[in-house]
């Protein structure tokens, strides 16, 4: 690996900073800044990518330690361009780059990839946070053309947002702004913000008053046939979502992932930004296309609902938790199954694989943090980060408190509980990590808050689990991972037969189970019910999903009479 | 049956003759099936296919179900057992389903088959094996026969499956089959021969006398061992819109092992070539 830095020069003699890394002979990855950065903005992608390419950021002319030409004729599109193409045929003369660019860099870029001086020079581009001038043009004048209620929200979000770049078409007061520190004090609320060196801030502005508002006349679209993948963070301030992504009938070979994130993305999430980046280089370059890239192309004319996400199961080898995953399965996810029984996780992923595509078995003991580490490291490895983590293994204990023992405490809370903190902490932490977002889901109970005399240690693990999920979800907002509670109620699986009742004989326990088996198959509401309502909880990201009647009625006497629901608490559903 | 018990080597080679026409028949019908024939027009050919080769009476008339039908989805009447106009398509599954009485003699088979491939019926079919070894295995050791439901629907939720016997008239994963002595004329009444249903009429009288049944199902009256004489199994077993099933008569003498009365069967043969194969 080799760290260098070079001056080369521009079109019109202006002096480019461009700095180098990563191995030479790799693929060249060239990274463009915007407004108001310099090429550090990069440094967190730059150290990951250039494990593996040969990666290129320099300083756009007007910041860092390039040239600052004065006027703004200077800092014109085409002249950009130029400047891209100089570093391109300086750093990589034989063979096309990758770009990976953001804010006002994309603008440029874009610019780059669909006009004709780089055509045959730029083998894939990543875009962030800034649109194609000419695309955004369109954009304008269609929502503008048809204002229905939906296109004058977005021209409101994104007006709402660009007031700025009028701003800037004023004389002196941008400059004055930046002098003053006003504008620092506006951009330090934005998420991964930093102030820049004022030179560079006010240079820049000539970016705005050279290329804004200047093709008035209905300009010709600008296509690319170039492999383009969009990261639109959610929370961007200042590029709408919807600016950045309906683009598809200019640029036919697009992805566009959506990402929790704020328009700082390179800054705050470079492990996210690599990742996303590589594999569309990767892809780009002739090699397999990875899930998620996959599914950001969104191809194909009848996609299924879960269509390339991937979803993981503890507890997969019967009942809800395998009901789920060939509900999954069928609607069109890759599903690792996982059992403390590795035969029945087996049978599981192979059922799911005669519904949807090849799906993967694993056992797994869910109370074990060291196998469950194991697990995750073996996840991420063969299948990637996943998109939905399900954990469902639990077992039941019924029978008094005083009955039951240490020993039964112990086993109940390992599995319910721990199963749960290490399947959100291990599993869950590939979520957070992996920066494009997903679910966590947890299997609690309706008995987390109907109290029984019955049921006090399942109960009291289904209750932390409950509550464990409501606090994570507030945590996990900001990473746009969504924690869902699933209270199932009476549902009709082996888990009546498994329940072990404390304070009996082996045969009084086999009565109890058959006595339980016998009310659930009553009731008969069927774990692929229950898979269904968890699949649409899902995609309504709930924060607590009640899934029968029994369920939701107890959830709402929960709240409007507790003191009812206490005395039927009294009563032993399990009576000896 | 209960007032003969058909286990007579001379009454078996009857009895094996009929079931091998049957499954003949279905089998050589399967093969006629194309796109768009509907449930009617399969059964009317199996039927005409008995008729040509000497069946005079039926325990119950052709059966065809396809697609969904074959795993019983919402089967909430009996008379949605009867064929329908559904047509049967590229990859989808379908069950004859037949009982010819020749002679006095009768059988009751069941043939699950697709038409093209479908990796779920792929799936339930190769499992199916299980299920007839697992249930003469338990009748030989002498298990209750409501025990062996509950095996049965023990290895059901194992594979992951919907015990669909259950949706039979009265739950049956099996019953006995005997010799058709009624006087009644030949007539058929909602697809049943009015002469076999005698018989059985008249045997589930008798053997309630004993708190037996000659119906197998999941309550207390089939709680023993199986009465010797022949019963008609039908392990009926689904997975989503897929149904797949036998029906094949399983021999039990008088205080002797179980057995099924013919291994050259189409589905048995299927299982030998994928074991040969694999």
């Known amino acids: 690996m080799t760290a260098a830095t070079m001056d080369i020069t521009a079109t019109d003699g202006v002096t480019l900073r461009v700095h180098e890394s990563g191995p030479s002979d790799a693929p060249t990855v060239i990274c463009v800044h915007g407004y108001p950065d310099d090429h550090t903005v990069w440094d967190g992608v730059v150290a990951e990518l250039a494990l593996r390419y040969h990666v290129v950021s320099y300083d756009v002319r007007g910041a860092g330690e390039s040239g600052k030409p004065r006027g703004r004729q200077a800092y014109r599109l085409d002249q950009l361009v130029r400047d891209l193409a100089a570093v391109i045929d300086s750093v990589s003369p034989d063979r096309a780059v990758h770009l990976l660019a953001h804010d006002w860099g994309s603008v440029q870029a874009w610019h780059a990839v669909t006009g004709r001086r780089l055509r045959g020079r730029i083998a894939s581009y990543t875009s962030i946070s800034g649109p194609c001038l000419n695309h955004a043009d369109y954009w304008f004048r269609a929502r503008l053309r048809r204002p229905t209620p939906r296109a004058l929200r977005e021209l409101v979000t994104q007006v709402r947002s660009s007031w700025y770049i009028g701003f800037f078409q004023l004389p002196l007061l941008p400059e004055l702004a930046w002098r003053t520190g006003l504008t620092q004090w506006v951009l330090a609320r934005m998420e991964g913000s930093r102030s820049p060196a004022v030179a560079d801030a006010v240079h820049g502005v000539q970016l705005y008053r050279a290329n804004m508002f200047l093709q008035r006349a209905a300009p010709q679209p600008r296509t690319t046939e170039v492999p383009v993948q969009v990261l639109a963070p959610q929370r961007d301030q200042t590029v709408s979502t919807s600016l950045q992504t309906d683009i598809r009938r200019w640029v036919p070979n697009l992805a566009v992932r959506e990402l929790p994130a704020g328009h700082w993305l390179p800054r705050t999430h470079p492990q996210t930004v690599a990742r996303c980046a590589s594999e569309l280089i990767e892809h780009a370059e002739g090699g397999p296309e990875a899930r998620s890239l996959h599914r950001a192309r969104r191809i194909g004319p009848h996609r299924k609902r879960f269509e390339d996400h991937l979803v993981v199961i503890t507890g997969a080898g019967s009942g809800i938790g395998r009901a789920t995953a060939l509900e999954f399965a069928e609607n069109g996810a890759e599903v690792i199954a996982t059992d403390v029984n590795q035969q029945a996780a087996e049978r599981t992923a192979q059922l799911a694989s005669t519904l949807g595509p090849r799906a993967s078995a694993y056992p797994l003991d869910v109370s074990d943090r060291g196998a469950m580490e194991k697990f995750a490291v073996v996840l991420r490895e063969n299948h990637g980060v996943p998109d939905i983590v399900i954990n469902n293994a639990g077992i039941g204990v019924a029978g008094p408190f005083f009955d039951t023992t240490v020993a039964d405490w112990e086993r109940v809370i390992d599995v319910n509980l721990w199963g749960v903190i290490h399947g959100c902490q291990v599993l869950g932490g590939l979520l957070v990590d992996g920066g494009a977002g997903g679910t966590i889901v947890n299997i609690a109970s309706a008995a987390a808050y109907l109290p029984t005399r019955s049921l006090p240690a399942y109960a009291t693990t289904k209750a932390a689990v409950l509550a464990l999920s409501q606090c994570l979800r507030a945590e996990l907002v900001p990473a746009g991972v969504g924690v869902v509670a699933i209270c199932p109620g009476f549902v009709l699986t082996n888990i009546t037969n498994t329940t072990r009742f404390v304070g009996r004989d082996a045969e009084r326990e086999q009565a109890a189970r058959q006595r339980a088996t016998a009310l659930y198959r009553r009731r008969n509401f069927t774990a692929r019910q229950a898979a269904r309502e968890i699949l649409r909880a899902v995609e309504r990201n709930a924060p607590v999903a009640p899934i029968t009647v029994e369920a939701k009625v107890g959830l709402l006497a929960s709240r409007l009479t507790p003191a009812l629901l206490r005395k039927l608490a009294r009563s032993d559903i399990n009576p000896r | ?278």
């Open chain 2, 1 to 278: 049956m209960a007032s003969k018990a058909l286990t007579e080597p001379d009454d078996l080679a009857k009895v094996r003759e009929v079931q091998q026409l049957a499954y003949t028949a279905a089998e050589s019908v399967a093969q006629t099936l194309e796109p768009g024939v509907t449930e009617k027009q399969a059964a009317q050919r199996i039927r005409d296919y008995l008729l040509d080769r000497g069946v005079q009476d039926w325990f119950h008339t052709p059966f065809a179900w396809f697609g969904d039908r074959t795993a019983f989805r919402n089967f909430w009447t009996p008379l949605k057992f009867f064929p329908t106009h559904r047509r049967l398509e590229e990859g989808v599954p379908f069950i004859l389903d037949c009982a010819p009485v020749r002679d006095g003699y009768m059988a009751d088979i069941g043939y699950a088959g697709c038409l093209g491939t479908n990796p779920i019926y792929d799936q339930l079919i190769a499992d199916l094996a299980e299920y007839r070894e697992l249930i003469v295995t338990r009748v030989r050791e002498g298990a209750p026969l409501l025990q062996i439901y509950r095996d049965v629907d023990a290895l059901i939720a194992r594979h992951g499956y919907d015990n669909r016997h259950r949706v039979y008239p009265g739950r049956v994963i099996a019953h006995q089959v005997g010799t058709v002595q009624s006087r009644l004329p030949k007539f058929i009444v909602a697809g049943f021969g009015v002469r076999a249903l005698r018989t059985l009429v008249g045997d589930l009288i008798v053997e309630r006398m004993h708190h037996r049944s000659p119906l197998w199902a999941d309550g207390e009256i089939s709680n023993h061992p199986a009465t010797p004489g022949l019963w008609a199994v039908e392990p009926h077993i689904a997975f989503r819109g897929v149904g797949v099933k036998f029906e094949e008569i399983l021999v039990v003498p008088p205080g002797g092992d179980a057995y099924w009365l013919d291994d050259d069967l189409p589905h048995v043969r299927r299982w030998q070539q994928a074991a040969a194969a694999s």
